[in-house]
């Protein structure tokens, strides 16, 4: 593991290949995975870390995930050859796994986790066109009968949640970029200040927490972009993720503590992608994993429970399946 000493600035960094943006996108894919895991077995922890960092392991995660695309999306608006040629990216960089994550999700886990029948269960149309709402509705896609337990019931693939915002970013970077509007740093600059006026105002406590949701992404995808526009001036040094650390936790019981915490976890990010992993950075640069393992794997509670029931729920679990018709209707007629 080394810095590079030639990528003094963003600039440098993103313009080669000898990065580590997609080993820190898979980093930040493991962390949801992480927070979601240990959501299912002690909400204490992760209270414990929203206290004294303003958001939990895996909102950290997701705000370096928005920063990081902000920076690497405008770099590829900029590069494609045409706006279809941008749309066209974008879509592919979503959809053929979100399709594949919601056939293994609504046809696999599924029947796994309902206590309807093999027949019964794909009678239900909302289960069988589940793939097709999932592309229009992400989280608020629904399974008849399945996945009905705690901590969450009714909720499947909850990190879908993130990926409307995420459209909405790669929709208003295109619009804004092509009505030249973000092309002026004045105008960026005026945008970044009113989204953290909305978001202190929120943090405030004017608006209901989950309003703020919108800018709160809006701010992080906002640094990228800014990021990329200021790039050639964006020094990453050690010294300044100190102070920036030592600012954000400084901050961090104010309503300015958020915002700060983002701002931090956007420039960590940018350093730490210019540290230089040969092999591993090498690889993810090649296969990019980090979405498709986000969508598949971060809502681990849903495979924990089909799969490794957690100790308090065992006999419940053991209740379920040993009365699931599949199981159930064999012993019957045995007897």
């Given amino acids: 593991m080394q810095m590079s000493g030639s990528m003094r600035t963003l600039s440098d960094l993103i313009s080669t290949n000898k990065n580590s943006f997609s080993l820190l996108r898979l980093v930040a894919a493991l962390l949801v995975m992480l927070s979601h895991s240990i959501l299912f077995v002690d909400e204490n922890f992760l209270r414990f870390v929203r206290t004294w960092s303003n958001y939990e392991i895996g909102q950290h995660a997701v705000n370096a995930f928005f920063a990081i695309s902000g920076l690497l999306i405008c770099q590829s608006y900029h590069r494609s050859e045409s706006i279809i040629s941008y749309i066209s990216s974008r879509i592919l960089r ?78 208003c ?106 092999c591993l950075s090498r690889l993810c640069n090649e296969w990019d994993l980090s979405f498709g393992l986000y969508i598949f794997l971060a809502d681990t509670k849903d495979y924990i429970n089909v799969f490794r029931p957690a100790p308090d729920r065992f006999r419940t679990r053991v209740t379920f399946f040993s009365c699931h018709p599949s199981i159930r209707d064999p012993v019957l007629d045995c007897n």
């Fill in 94 to 171: 979503i959809y053929p796994a979100l399709i594949c994550s919601s056939i293994v999700v609504g046809w696999l886990f599924g029947p796994l986790a309902s206590s309807l029948t093999l027949l019964q269960y794909f009678s239900e149309l909302q289960n069988l066109y589940y793939p097709v709402t999932t592309l229009l509705y992400f989280n608020k896609a629904e399974l008849s009968g399945a996945f009905h337990w705690p901590p969450y019931p009714r909720e499947v693939n909850s990190p879908l949640w993130t990926i409307k915002y995420e459209i909405a970013c790669y929709i």
């Fill in 173 to 278: 970077l295109m619009i804004g970029l092509r009505s030249k509007l973000l092309n002026s740093r004045i105008i960026l600059a005026a945008t970044i200040f009113l989204v953290i006026s909305i978001l202190v105002y929120a943090n405030i406590g004017l608006r209901p927490a989950h309003w703020s949701e919108t800018f709160r992404f809006g701010l992080a995808f906002l640094i990228g972009v800014a990021a990329y526009q200021y790039r050639e001036m964006i020094v990453l040094r050690r010294r300044y993720v100190i102070v920036l650390l030592i600012l954000s936790a400084t901050l961090s019981k104010t309503a300015f503590g958020p915002i700060t915490a983002i701002v931090f976890v956007a420039y960590v990010s940018y350093f730490f992608a210019s540290v230089a992993i040969p």
